[in-house]
């Protein structure tokens, strides 16, 4: 008996943990781990990025059964730190953009970088930079 299909969202959350995790690049803007959350861990000290909000729509043809992703992914950065922030969103852009992201149990049809938007926390003070993802995943 096989293993069952792990979610797409499940899936490309894991993918992306993967693909940042190796890169000694963000890993240095981040302070020394790459640290990507579900929600941000009591005390953790910017650097760190957090799931942001997701969908996943049924994008089935021709008996293939496909997935269409929006993901965003935030940077929380020290206060007067937007361009660690931005610097860190980037980076993911650049890792995207090279084609490499390996999603367990589904094959990636399409990705890209739809927006990368800074902004400042109002009542933390904290910089953000938020990376919205889109994608086409496929179940073989």
């Known amino acids: 008996m096989s293993a069952p299909v792990a979610s797409p969202l499940l899936a490309m959350r894991a993918g992306l943990i993967a693909l940042f995790s190796t890169d000694a690049a963000l890993r240095q803007i981040m302070g020394a781990a790459v640290r990507l959350y579900d929600e ?6 910017p650097v760190y990025a957090l799931f942001g909000e997701c969908e996943i729509r049924d994008d089935s043809v021709d008996g293939a059964q496909r ?17 660690t922030a931005v610097d860190a969103a ?20 399409t990705l890209r970088v739809r927006t990368i938007a800074a902004r400042r926390d109002e009542r933390s003070g904290e910089a953000r930079a938020s990376l919205t993802i889109e994608a086409v ?3 073989p």
């Open 40 to 45: 941000p861990p009591p005390g953790a000290p």
């Open 67 to 83: 997935h269409r992703h929006d993901h965003a992914l935030v940077v929380i950065a020290r206060p007067g730190s937007t361009r």
């Open 90 to 109: 980037e980076r993911m852009a650049v890792l995207l953009s090279a084609g490499t992201l390996v999603l367990a149990g589904h094959s990636l049809v």
């Open 137 to 139: 995943t496929e179940t």
